[in-house]
């Protein structure tokens, strides 16, 4: 194995058959307290060898893509390196491509090689600069192969142009690898003097291998897209549990509050679709369920819809495969329009917000979109036009807000969530992390790395992807971090991003400090003098 | 004459050249949007932290108005003093910085020999020109040197850099580095003037050999051997570099201002709308779409399922 920290892109092809380079425990960034020691931190779990055996763990031992068995024979491996050059192909087709082949061939041709982008990587930090995880490492490897197979000054003189790169089958499976390295948070992005987007080229290698070789993470592919369009969800809740859910989720909700409230349900005509991440259901029901109080205390014209495609509005199709994510979007417009609402508002979920606003937002004509909105500044309005009774004392503990690369970086979504905590919160509980808004960092579980457990893909999430996060929740509660009297909270509102922390707090053992994490509609109910019981769990608990 | 038309066809091509690249890259279908906050068209209270028209309630029924002064001026920050550079990697700025800023000077320096041309050295506003010319030519001249110099050095040294560097971008910065080498060599063999520069611009605005401008008693160049290797460098950059990624002047427009800066929604009767239902044509040819087992069309069903 090589020292990471040595590696250029041209040596992604060496060492043939062994583990390329490795996550080195002894250079991953360090943090504050309570973690200040490396013996409080999580072991790094060594790939079993069965698991050398089937899958590409040769690029650092960590496996993320746990569909794709590596070839054996000559015959497979070449046939691997045929069908990825020849996605590389489709890659840069204006037709195959279009949605994206403009800003593709800016980054494929622009970069200026100042690693400016790499010191606004996470994940690059985290690691200690491990190389294959700069921001451009990945890209550079790419470049050489489109210059190398696809230009003419690549065939001419390709050491020349720096496309002297051997294209072995182990340099595509390291490649797919290296692309489930990266967040697609777009941090690089912005710091980029030229504008240049190197989570392009991990998002269009992920690309690669979903549209052309069929290769894709299990959670994304199998377990969620394809789950999604067969049953109405990825989290496989059908229409008729769907439906006994909710019934459950307001039959609790009037145990706990005393009050009953109903959640609409297929309303024809409503102004609001609201349309929540269905693991919400399953893992965070008081989520859904603060929703329901919310609105319905508003007096709101909204609905939930029991569509096969209007009740979860999860769309991983983004970041792996375009089709996918077309499919899932048309769909759930689709199911808005069946309804004939005014307007769609996603709940509290990152990715939903930018997959429907966003990305879904050029697939057809303006004409045939029900408008799409976040549930932010509609909540945002509400609270300060004084809809509810609150009583911020209530929230009597510490808080910090993430920011959901999503909708704030990627949208422009700030200041409603913080002028909701500043109004639930007492004041100088709120504190901001540094640095944040549309400087933030991911949680570490962007782009499906929240939902991918398998082997141990689980250990570069918690001690790698998410670590920048981690230090940045420790600092910003300072020396309460490690005092398990203070209860703390992490604001979270999206489920991908609390599925990170979810699994970042018990990796850790945080709750040992009294850490807590949920979202923002939660704390705003138990801001809510109308109700005698707290809304949140733990506080319930003291 | 041979030098003469040489000087025209570079300047021509390099202007053809880059607006080709712009059309190449104008001419591309409409992407996805791609919108990366802080965008400067939004209202400057909003930009200021990085927020958007979709913080607001209905932001669909709501008028979006563009702030095209914060726009310019943020532009302008980066176009002249690559602002992203300067805020997230001060140690290398000042290099890249000082080639840039010697590239600038340059332009400003052709510039000012055109005015020249026609204004003379003699007169009050010819005499301006000549001093503003000198002193473009000089910061040129040094600030390319020591540009291309401290960037050849980081390459070289520094592995980050080093192991990310192609053999072509090392000949780029040479290839300038040459350019500025050679131009200030002419301007200190021959009497520490630009005397050669307005002798340039007035053989192509009068349509002369520049060997007989030079010859002349208005422009007299002694050293041209120096002067005739230079303008051939410094032609043959100028071809070269809407040819090379050191186009990305071209480049950078569209990644600011057609990529993240473009949060224009999808409104019916938008002119983004009207570009998706014009480019809904632009499809692969068959064969050429994307291959894996969900990418083709469901089969027809068999006479046994039916
Ligand atoms: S998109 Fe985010 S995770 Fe990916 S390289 Fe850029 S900064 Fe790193
Ligand atoms: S900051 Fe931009 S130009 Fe510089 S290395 Fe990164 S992608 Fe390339």
């Known amino acids: 194995m090589i020292d990471g920290r040595k590696l250029g892109p041209r040596d992604i092809g060496k060492l043939p058959g062994e583990q390329l380079t490795f996550i080195d425990t002894k250079q991953l960034m360090p943090l504050p307290a309570p973690f200040d020691n490396p013996d409080t931190w999580p072991k790094w779990q060594e790939p079993k060898p069965e698991w050398r055996e089937k899958y590409a763990a040769s690029l650092d031992g960590v496996i993320a893509i746990d569909t794709f068995e590596t070839p054996k024979t000559k015959e497979e491996q070449d046939e691997l390196v045929r069908k990825f050059l020849s996605g590389v192909e489709k890659m840069l087709s204006n037709e195959a491509n279009k949605g994206i082949i403009q800003c593709l061939n800016l980054s494929m041709e622009y970069c200026a090689k100042c690693n400016t982008c790499s010191n606004a990587c996470h994940i690059f930090e985290a690691s200690g600069y491990n190389e294959i995880y700069r921001p451009t490492y990945r890209a550079e490897v790419l470049r050489m192969i489109v210059k190398k197979y696809f230009t003419k000054g690549g065939k001419l003189m390709p050491k020349f142009v720096g496309a002297d790169i051997d294209l072995t089958w182990e340099v595509v499976a390291r490649l797919g690898e290296s692309a489930y390295r990266c967040n697609l948070c777009r941090r690089c992005n912005q710091t980029c003097p030229l504008a240049l987007d190197n989570s392009l080229f991990a998002k269009e290698i992920r690309k690669i291998f979903s549209q052309e070789m069929g290769i894709a993470p299990k959670p994304l592919f199998e377990k969620g897209d394809m789950l999604q369009l067969k049953t109405g969800s990825s989290t496989g809740i059908t229409k008729a549990a769907f439906l006994d859910t909710i019934e459950f989720l307001d039959e609790d909700c009037a145990d706990l509050t005393g009050y009953e409230y109903v959640t609409p349900i297929d309303k024809k005509g409503a102004d609001i679709l609201l349309i929540h991440n269905a693991g919400e259901f399953m893992a965070w029901p008081e989520n859904p369920t603060a929703f329901t109080i919310l609105f319905n205390e508003a007096g709101l014209d909204w609905t939930l ?25 048309v769909a759930q417009n689709e199911a808005a329009k069946k309804l004939g609402v005014q307007r769609i508002v996603i709940a509290e979920c990152g990715h939903a917000h930018k997959a429907a606003a966003v990305v879904a937002d050029r697939f057809y004509p303006g004409k045939d979109r029900v408008p799409v909105q976040s549930f932010l ?11 509810y009774d609150l009583d911020p004392s209530r929230n009597n503990f510490l808080t910090t807000l993430h920011d959901p690369c999503n909708y704030v970086r990627q949208m422009g979504i700030v200041k409603p969530q913080r002028d909701i905590l500043n109004a639930v919160m007492p004041k100088g509980n709120f504190h901001e992390m540094e640095p944040h808004g549309v400087n933030n960092y991911c949680c570490g579980g962007g782009s499906g790395f929240a939902i991918m457990n398998s082997m141990n893909f689980t250990y570069f999430r918690n001690s790698v992807s998410s670590r920048k996060k981690l230090q940045q929740v420790l600092n910003a509660f300072g020396e309460a971090s490690a005092d398990p009297n203070i209860i703390k909270y992490i604001t979270a509102p999206c489920s991908n991003c609390k599925g990170a922390f979810r699994d970042l707090l018990e990796a850790w053992h945080m709750e040992d400090y009294n850490f807590h994490y949920g979202g923002l509609v939660e704390l705003v109910v138990n801001a809510m003098t109308k109700f005698e019981t707290p809304f949140l769990e733990f506080l319930r608990d003291e | 004459m041979i030098l003469t038309i040489f000087c025209w066809l570079a300047l021509i091509l390099f202007f053809g050249l880059s607006l080709w690249k712009a059309k190449q890259f104008a001419s591309l279908p409409m992407h996805g949007r791609q919108d990366l906050y802080p965008i400067p068209l939004e209202s400057s209270e909003k930009h200021a932290y990085g927020g958007s028209y979709m913080e607001e309630d209905r932001w669909f029924e709501k008028e979006h108005k563009h702030n095209n002064v914060a726009m310019v001026i943020d532009m302008l920050g980066e176009m002249l003093f690559i602002k992203k ?3 997230n990697q001060n140690k290398f700025w000042w290099i890249s910085y000082a080639l840039h800023l010697g590239i600038y000077a340059a332009l400003a320096w052709t510039v000012l020999l055109f005015v020249g041309a026609f204004a003379g050295m003699e007169s009050a506003f010819g005499s301006i020109v000549y001093v503003l010319v000198t002193i473009a030519g000089v910061v040129a001249g040094v600030l390319m040197t020591l540009g291309t110099i401290g960037l050849i050095v980081k390459r070289l040294t520094v592995l980050e850099f080093k192991n990310y560097t192609t053999p072509q971008e090392m000949f780029n910065l040479f290839f300038l580095l040459a350019v500025a080498v050679t131009g200030l060599l002419t301007f200190l063999l021959n009497g520490c003037n630009f005397t050669y520069g307005y002798a340039i611009t007035y053989a192509m605005t009068r349509f002369q050999a520049l060997s007989e401008v030079c010859a002349g008693s208005l422009y007299p160049v002694a050293n041209t051997g120096i002067l005739y290797l230079h303008i051939i460098l410094l032609g043959l950059v100028m071809i070269y570099i809407p040819l090379c990624k050191m186009s990305h002047y071209v480049g950078k427009y569209f990644t600011f201002h057609n990529v993240i800066w473009d949060n224009r929604p999808n409104l019916p009767g938008s002119k983004v ?7 809904s044509s632009i499809a692969p040819a068959p064969g050429k779409n994307w291959s894996a087992p969900h990418y083709q069309p469901a089969p027809a069903p068999t006479d046994e399922a039916k």
Not at chain 1, 315 to 326: P, R
Not at chain 2, 273 to 279: D, G, L, M, V
């Open chain 2, 85 to 87: 550079l300067f805020v």
């Open chain 1, 377 to 387: 500044p509609l909540l945002r309005d509400l609270v300060l036009k004084g809809t």
């Open chain 2, 273 to 279: 709308e009207a570009t998706i239902i014009k480019e």
């Open chain 1, 305 to 329: 819809s029991s569509d096969m495609m209007g009740y979860d509005n999860v769309n991983y199709g983004i970041w792996h495969d375009d089709l996918m994510a077309k499919k899932l979007a």
